[in-house]
C-alpha cells in the first residue's frame, strides 16, 4: 500500500517521465541503447501519456516515438497486462549503419524468443498515426506509415492488423491486413491476409519456423500501371516459395497475362518458372498475338553455368512490321525453330530450322522458304531454298570457326533462277528491285588469308533511275591470297542505256578484263567492244578499246588503241582511231586520226611527262587535209607545261594555208596572262576549203590579250578585215572592230566599215554586263553611251535593213549619239536616192531626198526634230513634204514606259506635176498639197488636202487583174487616220489594158467614217474603147458612179457600140451594148441594126461569134457549121484561161463532125528562158498525151525530146535537133 501511494505522489507531481525513465534505463541497462524518455503524465487510473522517447545506439540508431498515449489503468496493468488503448503520434526511424559482424546468436529461436518478450501488454487498439524510416544516409525508405492492429495475446503473441498502410518510394502506397501469430518456435501469417500495392492486389499466406524452414504463398493480379517507362502488362500469377532460408525454392505461374508494347497488344502466360540456389528453369513461356506466338523453355546452372533453350515461332499471316515498327510489311506463314546448348559462352550445339509456305515479304511473294543451320563451337553448316512460283535460289554452305568463334576457313555455293527479284533486293542490294530474270550460279571457298569465288550472274533486265540494261551477263573468277589478287571476268550485255539529259544507249556490248597484283605491281589486260551507239543526235556504228597496263616500283607502263568506224552527228560522218602507249614518266599519242564531213582528216601525235614536281604536254605534227592532198592546216604544234600553282602554254601554232594562229599564255594561281593573234585569213579561201557556203571574202586577221585575276580581268580584243565583201551588196577597203573589257565594263572602241577614206559605224561603253548566272548581258539597261556613223552609205544598206525599200543611186550619212547620264538620244540623216521604191505599196519616188535632224533647235518653240522629203526629176523637186515634231525621251529604261512619246506634229507635202510609177497600176504626174497636224496625241490624226492627176496611164495589170469590186471579203480593219482627200482628172487619165484604152474624168472623195474608209464620186469615160467578144466597141457614154457606204458599193452606167461586117454578104452592121447595175452582177443588154433595119437576137450573137448572121450560117452543113463554132470556141476559150492560169500558150482545137468528136489541149510554159515545157493531149480520147520539151540553143537551132503514145499504151521516148534555115 506504501508503494502504491508512492506511485501515486509521482503522478500527481509530475515527476513520472524521470521514474520511467529510470525504469526503461534500468530495464536496458544490459543493451548498447540508450532511451530518453521527456514528459511522462499518468492519472493512474485513466490514461498515460509520454510526449516524446528517443532511443539511440553508437551505430547510428535512432527511434523517436512523438505523442504517445495509453489508455488504461495502471493498476489493471500490473494486474493483467492489459491496456484499452496504446495510442502513437507519430514515429520516426533512422536506420544505423551497417555492420559485418554477425550476431551472436544467429537462431531463428533466439529472434522469436525476443519478440514474444518485447509483447508486455495486450490491448484493444494499437494505433500510429504517421511513421516514417529513413536510411543512416538520409533517403526515405518508408514514408507515411500507418497502423492500426490489436494484440490479442501476449504469452503467444497474436497480432491482428486491421489495416496496415506505408508509402514506399519508386513504388507507392500499399496495404495490409491480416493476422501475425509468433511463439518460440513458429511465426506465421494467417491464412486471408491481404495486400494492396500499385503493383497488384494479393492473397498472403505463410510461416517461418525457428529451425530456418519457411513456406510462401501469394496469389493475385500483378500490373505495370505505377511504372510509367514500361508498357501497360497485367498478369494473373501464383508464387510460392518453400524450403529454408539458406537454401529457398520459389515456384512461378503465370495463368494469364497481357502487354501492350506501341499499340500492340500479345498475351502472355508460364507453365512454371523455378528457381533455387543451384539454378533456374523455364517451362511453357509462351508469348501471343493475333498472328504469331512464340514459345520459350530453358534452364540454366549457377553451380556450373550449364545451359540449354529453345524458341519455336508460329506465323499465321503475320506482318512483321505491326509487331516492330521498323520492321518490313510481311504476310508469314510458317514455323522457326532454334535451340542451343552450351556452358557459360561456350556453345556446345545449335540449330535453327525455318519453314516458311505461301508468304510474302515487302510486296514479293515466294511459295516456299527452307532454312536449316547446325552448328558447334568448331563449324557450322547450313542451307537455304526459296522458291518463287516455280523460280528459285538454293545454298548450301560450310564455316569452320576457331577461336573466340572466328571463322578460319569457308566454302559456299549459291545457284538458281529468279524472273522478278525484288524479294532479294529486300535483303541484299535495293537496286535489284528494278531487275528481271536473275540468274545466279556462284562457288567459292576461303580461309583468313586468301578466297577464291568464281561464277556467272545474268540479268534478262535491269533498271534504275539513271540506267537500263538488257541481256546482261557477267562470267569469271577472283582470288586473293597473301602472295597477290587475281581477277579475270567477261560481260556481255544486249544493250545499256544511261539516262543522261538524253538517254545514251549502246548495244552488242562485249567486255573482258584480266588483271593481277603481286605486292606493289600491277598487270592488267582489257577490252570493249560495242556494236552501236547513241546519244541524242549522235550515232556510233562499231566502235572499241582494246589495251594493257602495268605497275611497277618505276612507274605505269602500257599501250591502248581506241578506234570507232563510224560517228553520225547532226547528219554528219565522222570516225576515228588512236594509238596510245605509256612509259614510266611518260605517255606518248603514237597515233590520233578523225576523219570528218567533207573529206577531212585531222591527225596528230603528243607526249605527255609527268613527274612529281612538273607536268608537261606536247602536240606534234598536228594536220588538217581535205581529199587526202588539200593541207588546211599544214603542221600544229602545242606546248604545255604544269607545276604546283600553275600552267603555262609555251607555244601555240597552226600553219594555215593563208594565215597563222599563235598563242602563249600562263595561269599562276587566279592570274591569267595570254596572248592570241590570228594572221592573214583569206576567208574566202577557207570557206571554199572547209566546203562552207559563206558568200563573204577578205583578209582576216585578229589579234587578243587577256590579263589580271579572276573577278578583275582585263582584256583587249582588235580585228582587221582588209577588202570585206558580202554577196554584191557590200564592199569596203576594210573592216575594223576594237574591244576593250575591264572589271564589269565593256568598251566597243570602234566597229568601222572603211571606204576611200571615210568610215561608218559605231562606238558604245556598257557597265555591270555581268550577271547573278556569270553570263554576260549586253541589253539597253547596261549601256551607258553609244555613237553610230553612217558616210556615204549605198544601196547595200538596204540589203540589211527588214525595210520594205529598194534603191538605185543611193548616197546616205548619218550620225546617232546617246548619254545614258543626260537621258538623251540625238540623230541627224542626210541621204539621196536617184531612185527610190517603196516595195509595199510598189510606188517610185525618182530624184529623192530625205532629211531628219533631231533636236531641230530652228523650228522654234513648239518642235523639237523634224523630218523632210524631196522628190523630183533632174534639179528639179516636184514633191516637197516636211514634219515637224515634238518628242518626249524616256530612255531610263528602268520602267515599262514607251522610251519615246510623241507630243505634236505639223505635216505638209506639196505636189507640183510629180512623176511616179506604181507597180500593178501604172504611171502617174500628180499636183496638189496635203497637211494634218496636231497637239492632242490622244485624238485621231486627221489627214487633208487634194490631189490633180495631171496625167496617168493605167493598166491595172490587164485582164483578170481588175480585181473585185461593190463587195467587202471581210470586215474591215480601223483606219488609224482620219481621211478628207479630194483626187481628181480632167482629161489625159488613160485606162490601157487588155479590156479597155480608154480616157476618164475623175472626181472622188476619200473619207472615213467611225474608222472605215469611204470613197465617194464619179468616174466619167471621156473616150475610148472596151473589149467585148474579141471586138472593139467605141464608149460613146460611160459613168461609174460610186456611192458612199460601207461596204463600198459601185453603179455602172456605160453606153458603147462597135460596127460588124458580115464575112459572107460584106453587109456593115451596128451593134450596142449597154452594161448597168454592179459590176459583180452587170445588165448587160445587146442591140443592133442592118441594111434593112433592126436585127435579131440570134444575128447579133452570129455576128459576134461566126461574123455572120444567123440566116447566112443556116446555109453551112453541120460540119462545116461545127468547124466554124469549134474553132471560135476554142479561141475564145483560151483567150479567157491562158492568163488567168500563167501559162505561155494555151490551144483548143475542137472537132464535132459526124465522124468524130474530139478536143485537143495544148498547154506549155517557159520554165527557163531557153527552155519550153508543153503538154497535148485529146480529152475523148483513151491514148495517153504527148510530153515535149525544147531547148533553144540560138534563135533558129533547137533540140526537142519527147515522149509519144503506142499502140500498148506506153511511152516511147525520142529526141530530135530542128535547124531551120531561111533561104
Known amino acids: 500500500m506504501a508503494a502504491m501511494f508512492v506511485v501515486y505522489l509521482l503522478l500527481a507531481t509530475g515527476n513520472l517521465s524521470e521514474m520511467i525513465k529510470s525504469i526503461v534505463n534500468r530495464a536496458t541497462d544490459q543493451s548498447e541503447m540508450t532511451v530518453d524518455v521527456f514528459g511522462g503524465k499518468s492519472d493512474l487510473h485513466g490514461n498515460t501519456s509520454v510526449d516524446s522517447v528517443i532511443v539511440t545506439n553508437e551505430n547510428g540508431l535512432r527511434l523517436c516515438v512523438y505523442g504517445a498515449n495509453v489508455s488504461g489503468s495502471v493498476i489493471s496493468y500490473f494486474a493483467s497486462k492489459h491496456f484499452n488503448s496504446i495510442e502513437i503520434d507519430s514515429l520516426i526511424a533512422v536506420t544505423p549503419l551497417p555492420s559485418g559482424e554477425p550476431s551472436a546468436d544467429s537462431t531463428l529461436a533466439a529472434v522469436f ?35 492500426d492492429a490489436s494484440i490479442k495475446s501476449i504469452d503467444t503473441p497474436v497480432l491482428v492488423v486491421e489495416q496496415a498502410a506505408a508509402f514506399i518510394p519508386l513504388f507507392g502506397r500499399a496495404e495490409f491486413s491480416g493476422t501475425l501469430c509468433i511463439d518460440s518456435t513458429r511465426a506465421s501469417i494467417e491464412d486471408g491476409a491481404t495486400v494492396f500495392s500499385p503493383a497488384g492486389d494479393f492473397i498472403l499466406s505463410g510461416y517461418l519456423n525457428a529451425d530456418s524452414t519457411l513456406g510462401l504463398s501469394l496469389s493475385g493480379s500483378v500490373s505495370t500501371g505505377f511504372m510509367p517507362d514500361v508498357p501497360p502488362a497485367r498478369a494473373n500469377l501464383s508464387c510460392s516459395v518453400n524450403g529454408s532460408v539458406s537454401s529457398p525454392e520459389a515456384f512461378l505461374v503465370i495463368s494469364e497475362g497481357a502487354v501492350n508494347y506501341q499499340g500492340l497488344h500479345s498475351g502472355f502466360s508460364a507453365d512454371s518458372i523455378v528457381a533455387d540456389m ?73 540449330g535453327m530450322e525455318a519453314l516458311l509456305n505461301n508468304s510474302e515479304v515487302m510486296n514479293y511473294s515466294f511459295s516456299r522458304f527452307l532454312l536449316n543451320l ?27 570457326i576457331g577461336n573466340d568463334y572466328m571463322p578460319v576457313a569457308w566454302k559456299a555455293a549459291l545457284f538458281g533462277f529468279v524472273q522478278y527479284p525484288g524479294v532479294v533486293a529486300a535483303v541484299t542490294d535495293p537496286y535489284l528491285r528494278g531487275a528481271e530474270g536473275l540468274s545466279v550460279n556462284l562457288s567459292g571457298e576461303g580461309t583468313a588469308s586468301a578466297f577464291a569465288v568464281n561464277g556467272t550472274i545474268g540479268l534478262e533486265e535491269f533498271s534504275t533511275d539513271s540506267i537500263i540494261a538488257s541481256g546482261t551477263e557477267f562470267s569469271g573468277s577472283i582470288s586473293s591470297s597473301p602472295e597477290g589478287m587475281d581477277f579475270t571476268g567477261q560481260l556481255t550485255s544486249e544493250s545499256v542505256g544511261v539516262l543522261m539529259p538524253e538517254p545514251a544507249v549502246a548495244t552488242g556490248i562485249q567486255a573482258y578484263l584480266d588483271m593481277s597484283a603481286d605486292g606493289g605491281n600491277f598487270a592488267g589486260k582489257c577490252s570493249l567492244q560495242v556494236a552501236e551507239g547513241n546519244y541524242g543526235d549522235i550515232s556510233t556504228g562499231s566502235f572499241g578499246f582494246y589495251g594493257d597496263i602495268g605497275t611497277d616500283r618505276r612507274g605505269i607502263s602500257g599501250t591502248g588503241i581506241l578506234s570507232a568506224d563510224s560517228i553520225t552527228a547532226a547528219g554528219n560522218h565522222y570516225s576515228f582511231n588512236s594509238c596510245v602507249t605509256a612509259a614510266p614518266g611518260e605517255v606518248h599519242i603514237d597515233t590520233l586520226t578523225v576523219q570528218a564531213p567533207g573529206n577531212l582528216i585531222l591527225s596528230l601525235a603528243g607526249l605527255f611527262n609527268y613527274d612529281s614536281e612538273e607536268y608537261s604536254f606536247s602536240l606534234d605534227n598536228l594536220t588538217l587535209t581535205k581529199a587526202g592532198k588539200l593541207r588546211l592546216i599544214s603542221r600544229g604544234i602545242l606546248e604545255l607545261a604544269a607545276e604546283p600553282g600553275a600552267v603555262r602554254m609555251d607555244t601555240l601554232r597552226l600553219n594555215l594555208p593563208t594565215g597563222e594562229i599563235s598563242a602563249e599564255g600562263s595561269l599562276c594561281g587566279d592570274s591569267l596572262a595570254l596572248n592570241a593573234a590570228l594572221t592573214r585569213v583569206d576567208i574566202a579561201s577557207i570557206a571554199s576549203m572547209l566546203g562552207i557556203p559563206v558568200s563573204a571574202s577578205g583578209l582576216f586577221q585578229a589579234g587578243c590579250q587577256v590579263s589580271g585575276r ?118 541627224g540623216i542626210a541621204s539621196r536616192f536617184e531612185r527610190l521604191y517603196l516595195t509595199t505599196p510598189g510606188i517610185e519616188f525618182p530624184g529623192m531626198e530625205v532629211y531628219l535632224t533631231y533636236p531641230d533647235r530652228s523650228v522654234g518653240e513648239d518642235y523639237n526634230g523634224s523630218f523632210s522629203i524631196k522628190s523630183g526629176e533632174g534639179s528639179v523637186s516636184t514633191l516637197e513634204s516636211r514634219l515637224l515634231f515634238q518628242l518626249n525621251q524616256n530612255l531610263s529604261f528602268t520602267d515599262e514606259a514607251a522610251p519615246f512619246n510623241l507630243e505634236a506634229y505639223d505635216f505638209r ?88 484604152n480608154a480616157e476618164f474624168f475623175v472626181e472622188i472623195d476619200v473619207t472615213t467614217a467611225e474608222g472605215e474608209l469611204m470613197v465617194a464620186g464619179d468616174i466619167e469615160a471621156v473616150r475610148g474603147s472596151v473589149y467585148i467578144l474579141g471586138r472593139d466597141f467605141r464608149i460613146t457614154t460611160g459613168n461609174v458612179r460610186i456611192l ?151 534563135r533558129d537551132f533547137f533540140l526537142e525530146g519527147s515522149t509519144k503514145s503506142t499502140l500498148t499504151g506506153s511511152h516511147d521516148p525520142s529526141l530530135e535537133l530542128h535547124y531551120t534555115y531561111d533561104y
Open 1044 to 1194: 458612199q457606204s460601207a461596204p463600198l458599193s459601185i453603179e455602172l452606167d456605160i453606153l458603147a457600140e462597135s460596127r460588124v461586117r458580115s464575112s459572107i454578104s460584106g453587109a456593115e452592121y451596128y451593134v450596142k451594148v449597154t452594161l448597168t447595175g454592179d459590176p459583180n452582177e452587170p445588165e448587160m443588154t445587146l442591140t443592133g441594126s442592118g441594111p434593112d433595119g433592126p436585127i435579131t437576137e440570134q444575128d447579133i450573137a452570129a455576128l459576134l461569134t461566126a461574123g455572120m448572121t444567123y440566116g447566112e450560117l443556116q446555109q453551112f452543113d453541120s460540119a462545116a457549121l461545127g468547124s466554124v463554132a469549134g474553132n471560135y470556141l476554142g479561141q475564145w476559150l483560151a483567150n479567157s484561161i491562158r492568163d488567168d492560169v500563167g501559162l505561155d500558150a494555151l490551144q483548143f482545137t475542137p472537132d464535132f463532125s459526124s465522124d468524130s468528136t474530139s478536143l485537143v489541149v495544148k498547154a506549155g510554159k517557159y520554165v527557163l528562158p531557153d527552155l519550153f515545157v508543153s503538154y497535148t493531149s485529146d480529152v475523148f480520147s483513151a491514148d495517153a498525151g504527148t510530153i515535149s520539151a525544147q531547148y533553144f540553143i540560138s
Open 278 to 350: 543451384e539454378g533456374c528453369s523455364v517451362n511453357g513461356l509462351q508469348l501471343r498475338t493475333e498472328s504469331a506466338s512464340v514459345d520459350i523453355e530453358g534452364s540454366y546452372s549457377f553451380i556450373d553455368s550449364l545451359w540449354n533453350g529453345s524458341v519455336i515461332a508460329g506465323f499465321q499471316g503475320t506482318d512483321i512490321s505491326s509487331l516492330l515498327p521498323d520492321g518490313p510489311e510481311t504476310d508469314l506463314t510458317g514455323t522457326v525453330k532454334a535451340w542451343g546448348t552450351g556452358t557459360g559462352s561456350k556453345l556446345h550445339s545449335a
Open 374 to 400: 547446325t552448328g558447334d563451337s568448331s563449324r557450322i553448316d547450313g542451307s537455304f531454298e526459296v522458291d518463287f512460283a516455280g523460280d528459285g535460289l538454293k545454298t548450301q554452305f560450310e564455316i569452320q
Open 909 to 996: 507635202a506639196d505636189l507640183t506635176g510629180w512623176e511616179t510609177l506604181v507597180a500593178g497600176v501604172g504611171w502617174m504626174k500628180l499636183s496638189g498639197a496635203l497637211a494634218s497636224s496636231s497637239s492632242d496625241m490622244t485624238e485621231k490624226p486627221e489627214l487633208t488636202g487634194r490631189i490633180n492627176i495631171d496625167r496617168a496611164i493605167i493598166s491595172l495589170g490587164g485582164e483578170g487583174a481588175m480585181g473585185e469590186s461593190g463587195g467587202s471579203s471581210g470586215e474591215a480593219a480601223e483606219l488609224p487616220v482620219n481621211l478628207d482627200i479630194r483626187i481628181s482628172g480632167e482629161r489625159g487619165v488613160w485606162l490601157r489594158n487588155s479590156l479597155a
Open 113 to 147: 524468443g525476443g519478440i514474444v518478450e518485447g509483447f508486455v501488454t495486450r490491448t484493444d487498439v494499437l494505433s500510429l498515426k504517421y511513421g516514417r524510416i529513413m536510411g543512416y544516409d538520409g533517403a526515405v525508405l518508408i514514408d507515411s506509415l500507418s497502423l
Open 710 to 827: 579572276f573577278g578583275s580581268m582585263k582584256a583587249a580584243l582588235d580585228i582587221t578585215v582588209d577588202h570585206p565583201t558580202y554577196e554584191e551588196s557590200y564592199k569596203a577597203d576594210s573592216l575594223t572592230v576594237h574591244l576593250f573589257s575591264s572589271g564589269d565594263s565593256l568598251l566597243l572602241d570602234g566597229l568601222w566599215s572603211w571606204t576611200d577614206g571615210r568610215r561608218s559605224g559605231l562606238r558604245a561603253g556598257f557597265d555591270q554586263i555581268w550577271t547573278d548566272s556569270e553570263t554576260v548581258d549586253l541589253g539597253v539597261q547596261n549601256l551607258m553611251w553609244a555613237e553610230a556613223e553612217l558616210t556615204g552609205a549605198g544601196d547595200e544598206l538596204f540589203y540589211f535593213l527588214p525595210m520594205p525599200i529598194n534603191s538605185s543611186g543611193a548616197s546616205i550619212s548619218a550620225i546617232i549619239g546617246y548619254q545614258r547620264d543626260s537621258g538623251e538620244l540625238s540623230a
